[in-house]
């Protein structure tokens, strides 16, 4: 839970920052997830709000963890852990991958679904 949480704070700093290199990829999957999937869906992702005004900011927080695994790296024989973030695995096959180092660093976010 604690990476879940450096991972969160990490996708809220992105979205805050224009200038992050992960700022457009933070930013497409919140508004696919608020604004291009439909209202219903909207509203069973995100329960109890009016998801139309939830910020991107805000909806990080509705993020859970639904992996937790570790890979080496074919390339560089280095070690790294993987947090795999979604709405709701029910609902979106659409994730928020966080990759950290073995010192508990984030190197990449990506979106992959």
């Known amino acids: 839970e604690t990476l879940a949480e450096k991972a969160k704070a990490a996708i809220k700093a992105a979205l805050a ?4 290199p992960y700022h457009d990829l ?3 999957f919140m508004q ?9 869906i909207a509203a069973d992702l995100f329960p109890g709000t009016d998801p139309a005004k939830l910020s991107f900011i805000e909806m990080v927080d509705f993020l859970r963890l639904k992996r937790f695994g570790s890979l080496v790296d ?5 070690q790294a852990f993987i947090l795999d973030l979604s ?3 029910e609902i979106t096959d659409e994730l928020m991958v966080v990759y950290f180092d073995l010192n508990k660093e ?3 976010i990506t ?3």
């Open 106 to 108: 984030i190197f990449c």
């Open 32 to 40: 696919f997830h608020r604004d291009d999937v439909g209202p219903d």
């Open 111 to 113: 979106h992959e679904s």
């Open 26 to 28: 933070v930013t497409f």
């Open 74 to 78: 074919g390339e560089t024989g280095q």
């Open 17 to 20: 920052d224009e200038s992050s």
């Open 87 to 89: 709405f709701n695995p």
